[in-house]
């Protein structure tokens, strides 16, 4: 298992329906920020969207979010849900994913990252080379 990286499935739903929609969520701990969840489309295609873990950490607590992300838990339903609205230039998604699953995946990247000590693990350097290297 790869101590650097975790990467989770997970079978998530539009909101108020039952139609699945694939997701791949992703965590480095070189890039300790941020969450990436990918989400298929049409087919193979994969939509990306990369956003603050500690927005991720926010959304089970409450409402949060400004942008194109934003996230609030939901536990009026028959089980609690983590509710995800997306938005871009090319549309607009509300989705749901189980809270206890969002849970555990946040848990596995604490394990290679604890809350709070993400800038101990930035390498700082190697944005600046990547960044004068274009």
Known sequence: MNRDAQH????ISLYGGSTPVRSRWSYRAAEPFTVVAAFQ????????WVFGRDLLV???????GEGDVRLSPDFTADRPVLVMEIESPDGHALL??????VEDF?????????????????????????????
């Open 41 to 48: 489309t049409d087919g193979d295609k994969w939509v990306e």
């Open 8 to 11: 989770s499935e997970q079978l």
């Open 96 to 101: 749901e994913m189980d809270f206890g699953a």
């Open 58 to 64: 926010e959304g089970l607590l409450g409402p949060a």
């Open 106 to 134: 946040l848990q596995v990247t604490a394990d290679l990252v604890p809350l709070g000590a993400e800038s101990d693990f930035f390498d700082v350097d190697a944005l600046i080379e990547e960044i004068t290297n274009v």
